[in-house]
């Protein structure tokens, strides 16, 4: 595992602990030797995860669409910073450069960004880790709602697993470790 790239808001929530979290991430992956790909903000969790990685001596890879490259406030200490046109051409990009993803807190971009990266695993695009690093117990309505997808017959219970769900990031990175592949989605 060399890169992760991490979802997270451009905001920094209602809670404390969001900020904590992320510090907490940006130190395990700095510690580890874990280059950082994320959206390449200076401002919210965005900011706070990039930052903490760089003042730990790791490297930190930035990609920011140019539509929100003023409005994020794209960080300008960065190791390197990609700039595409799209909000697609930068998730392609954090996928291409990432060994898998992380979601921390955040609205619903981050959201869409997890939701992309999870159907790409599921059809067959990449065979990369996901994992929810669940701060607070921020993602709680998320699993429950993929618990209610697999009960109705909408999701497939190995990709409902395949899903890591930890709150402290050193466990989450170790479940990327381990991570198997559940394979491609089958049609019954």
Not at 34 to 56: C, F, H, K, P, R
Not at 137 to 153: A, C, K, T, W
Request: aromatic residues 10%; contains cysteine; charged residues 25%.
């Amino acid at each position: 595992m060399k890169r992760l790239a991490v979802f997270c808001g451009s905001s920094l929530g209602a809670s404390e602990m969001y900020k904590m979290g992320a510090i907490e991430l940006g130190k395990e992956l700095a510690k580890r030797d874990i280059t950082l790909v994320y959206g390449g903000s200076s401002i919210g969790l965005m900011g706070i995860i990039a930052n903490t990685v760089l003042s730990e001596g790791g490297k930190v890879i930035g990609v920011i669409p140019r539509l929100l490259e003023e409005r994020e406030i794209s960080h300008n200490g960065l190791t390197e910073l990609y700039k595409v046109e799209t909000m697609h051409e930068r998730k392609a990009k954090m996928a291409e450069l990432s060994d898998g993803f992380v979601v921390l807190p955040g609205g619903t971009g981050t959201l869409e960004e997890f939701f992309e990266m999870f159907t790409w695993g599921q059809i067959g695009v990449h065979d990369k880790p996901c994992g929810l690093l669940n701060i607070n117990r921020y993602y709680d309505p998320l699993i429950s709602l993929f618990n209610h997808m697999v009960e109705q017959g909408f999701l497939q219970d190995k990709f409902r697993a395949s899903t890591l769900v930890e709150e402290s990031p050193t466990l989450l990175i170790q479940k990327f470790y381990e991570y198997k592949s559940p394979g491609i989605k089958t049609f019954q």
